[in-house]
């Protein structure tokens, strides 16, 4: 019985020994369209996946902004009046290189806005008020 086994191994593996080796030319070309079909499905999503990084790092830095502006206000006797830049940065924000963040305080002093851009997204802007505590954006036309 294990003779006869072993003699059965011995012709599967010469078979296998004796047989071409290799993919033809029909196999390779299915699988590099397979290749092309998900990478045009995976490039889309991986651009998407940085422009949401990105207005990620925006509404991040509004954030922090809107916390420094506090405490400004705080310091100012509840005033947001001289808030700039300079202010902010004084009470603790520390923008993100990538993102430029202009603000504007009212002139009766009790609110401001922000106007926020990022340098790698360049098809949209940011704005914040402080009245309404809403972050709206807007296309932009590069």
Do not use: C
């Amino acid at each position: 019985m294990i003779a006869r086994l072993n003699e059965a191994l011995r012709s599967k593996r010469s078979d296998l020994e004796n047989d071409q080796k290799g993919f033809t030319l029909v196999e390779l070309l299915v699988v590099v369209l397979i290749i092309g079909i998900l990478a045009a499905i995976a490039i889309p999503f991986f651009l998407n996946q940085r422009q949401g990084a990105w207005e990620s790092q925006v509404k991040s830095d509004i954030a922090n902004a809107v916390i420094a502006a506090e405490t400004f206000a705080v310091g100012n006797n509840g005033s947001f009046t001289g808030l700039s830049d300079t202010g902010l940065s004084d009470n603790g924000y520390k923008a993100t290189p990538s993102v430029t963040l202009a603000v504007t305080p009212a002139a009766d002093g009790n609110s401001y806005t922000f106007a926020v851009t990022h340098s790698e997204y360049t098809t949209k802007a940011w704005a914040y008020d402080s009245n309404t505590g809403i972050t709206t954006d807007t296309a932009v036309t590069p």
